[in-house]
């Protein structure tokens, strides 16, 4: 079973950047897809982005333009970087990794990261 530890989170001014990194415990050549997720309080976790092996990148539309997804998979680590936040985007962010595009998440869930869009 994979483990998945997120980091870079944090409190951010609106308008502000973030990268988020996920280090999985072993390799992710062979997963498909890799996608990063939040969850808000009070709301249900959703997929913010996702990529291919390929490289094929997909986005929610209350991100596109803003996020860019990407992996390295010769050091097991998916990226989300995050500019112009707003404070909607506020949630704990987690990543995971699977065979379908829509919705990557053949693993256990990591601790997640805390991102904070606040002035």
């Known amino acids: 079973q994979v483990q998945l530890v997120e980091s870079g989170g944090g409190l951010v001014q609106p308008g502000g950047s973030l990268r988020l990194s996920c280090a999985a415990s072993a390799s992710i050549s062979s997963t498909y897809a890799m996608g990063w997720y939040r969850q808000a309080p009070g709301k249900q976790r959703e997929l913010v982005a996702a990529v291919t092996s390929g490289g094929r990148a997909k986005y929610a539309e209350s991100v596109k333009g803003r996020f860019t997804i990407s992996r390295d998979d010769a050091r097991n680590t998916v990226y989300l970087q995050m500019n112009s936040l ?7 962010y987690f990543c995971n990794g699977g065979n379908h595009f829509d919705s990557p998440a053949s693993w256990y869930w ?9 002035s």
Do not use: Y
């Not at 707003?86 to 704990?92: G, L």
């Open 86 to 92: 707003k404070p909607e985007d506020t949630a704990v």
């Open 110 to 118: 990591g601790p997640g990261t805390q991102v904070t869009v606040s």
